[in-house]
């Protein structure tokens, strides 16, 4: 068992408070497990429950949630309320272990699974914990090497003005090119930094290097640099920021730092205090990934974000008809313009998403769209054409989620009917054949019967060889089709 957020008790109120939340911790186990069980500390926030003769997966499960509400209940510690949380690992002899070593260490992993589903959980040890932690553990081994060989360099991906349409800036992405492994995604080695120690280090590489090579770009283009949350809490941060812009002799202004809401897992005055001490180097903060996290707009009323980035899941489908991502990203682009903040929208990948976001009031755009990450002479390059001038490439529109099915179908064209085959359909329109028309057929109107004696108005979009695409008027609930129907439908992709 790990108590979560403990350590902010410690930072905060000092350690003679972490030493009475830890007794009343070990109070309610005691309480909680009572004669069924021995109860023990290890060190720190870490503690132990040992449970002879219970092998019952429920009755564990049943146990296991009851301590982490007890637990996360909150505490008085010298008049101050205090709430904290807990994360819980199970092993269970003899299936995981059949000593106390090997007990010990699958509790360890499953604890380390709860962990990464979100804390607050309990998860069972299974065999392919074992093999993940293995696996883990040569991928931390190869990023001490690539740490200490400089093995990294940095991508950069355009960030567009919705208004000027021009290259206002770039993110810095991390890259590894693994000897054996090939290019190895920041998703997996990041949080292995992060647990072994090794973050702050790649953290303050991959700031230097952005400042470095962004000093070779125009004097306003900014340069963003992702800040881990552990970056964020160590005091030094300011003092690594500044030496890196006195060595770069780039302005403040130009460097942005990404901050997830990770950091407001701990809300304490330190981050208060960073935040002012950044501010007051004079570099632009970002909210990143808004909305995919802790989500407190309480948070908003007080850091000094210049900027929200919406997070790609809220864009993508955005311009599909009857998505409601549409409207969650003009009320956060609302709340962003009332607090006086600039929005990024990342992951757009669709043109038609770059209109949809401009009228919905995003000033900037980041995304494929736009181009993929670049090394540095490439992005110095694309600012020399045309002064920084961005072209959308990709498809032109989004397209719903597509089912192949085969069926025919009535349709309505100029008054008279005919009978055609859908070969596909999405909410927003179908793939017809057997409909021909002579001349242009782009915006050519029909109807067509997808429910029993009710016809579907749409638009004919293209049509050649006998095979035609149609976009509904508005968009089409397929639980609607009755169950023969339904069952001939085959989810594609």
């Known amino acids: 068992m790990d108590l979560d957020r403990f350590k902010a008790v410690n930072d905060t109120l000092g350690h003679q408070a972490g030493d009475a939340l830890l007794k009343q911790v070990a109070q309610r186990l005691q309480r909680g497990v009572g004669g069924t069980g021995l109860v023990g500390r290890l060190g720190g926030d870490e503690f132990k429950v040992v449970l002879p003769g219970i092998d019952n997966r429920d009755t564990l499960a049943d146990l296991a949630r009851d301590l982490i509400a007890s637990l996360s209940q909150p ?3 010298s008049g101050t309320a205090v709430t904290i949380g807990c994360s819980i690992g199970i092993a269970i002899a003899p299936d995981d272990g059949e000593d106390s070593e090997t007990l010990v260490r699958n509790a360890d992993l499953a604890l380390y699974a709860a962990k990464g589903d979100g804390r607050g959980v309990h998860r069972f040890f299974a065999d392919e914990m ?28 355009p960030v567009v003005s919705t208004d000027s349409v021009r290259i206002v800036g770039y993110e810095a992405l991390i890259r590894w090119n693994h000897p054996t492994r090939g290019l190895v995604s920041p998703a997996d080695f990041i ?21 470095s090579e962004a000093a070779r770009w125009p004097d306003t283009i900014r340069v963003a640099v992702n800040v881990s949350p552990i970056q964020f809490a160590n005091p030094i941060l300011p003092a690594l920021v500044t030496s890196a812009l006195a060595q770069s002799g780039i302005a403040p202004g130009r460097l942005e730092l990404e901050i997830t809401e990770g950091v407001f897992l701990d809300e304490t005055r330190s981050s208060e205090q960073m935040f002012r001490a950044l501010k007051g180097v004079g570099v632009r903060l970002a909210l ?37 991502n549409a409207a969650i990203i003009k009320a956060i682009v609302t709340l962003a313009d009332t607090l006086g903040m600039e929005t990024t929208a990342e ?48 498809f032109k529109v989004s397209r719903a989620r597509r089912h192949k099915m085969l069926r025919s179908a009535r349709i309505l064209l100029d008054g008279i009917h005919g009978d055609v085959r859908i070969r596909d359909i999405s909410t927003s329109g179908a793939m017809l054949d057997g409909l021909k028309i002579d001349g242009n057929p782009d915006g050519v109107e029909i109807q067509i019967e ?10 004919v979009r293209w049509a050649r060889g006998g095979k035609a695409g149609i976009e509904f008027h508005e968009a089409f609930n397929l639980d609607r089709l009755n169950p023969g129907q339904a069952a001939r439908i085959r989810r594609v992709g």
């Open 288 to 324: 990143d990934d808004f909305g995919t996290g802790y989500s407190s707009l309480g948070y908003l009323r007080n850091a000094p974000f210049d900027k929200i980035k919406i997070d790609q899941s809220f864009v993508k489908g955005a311009a599909e008809p009857g998505n409601r």
């Open 75 to 77: 505490y008085f510690i």
């Open 130 to 157: 074992l093999a993940g932690a293995r696996t883990r553990k040569l991928l931390e081994d190869d990023l001490r090497v690539a740490v200490s060989e400089g093995a990294f360099h940095l991508c950069y991906q």
């Open 191 to 211: 949080p292995v930094a992060e647990e072994c120690g090794l973050i702050e280090a790649i953290g303050e590489w991959v700031l230097r290097t952005a400042c």
């Open 347 to 394: 992951g757009v990948e669709v043109q038609d998403e770059i209109d949809l976001l401009r009228d919905l009031g995003c000033s900037h755009i980041q995304g494929y769209v736009y181009g993929r990450p670049v090394r540095a002479e490439e992005a110095l390059r694309q600012l020399g054409v045309e002064n920084g001038a961005a072209t959308a490439s990709g």
């Open 450 to 459: 997808l429910l029993e004696n009710q016809m579907t108005p749409a638009r």
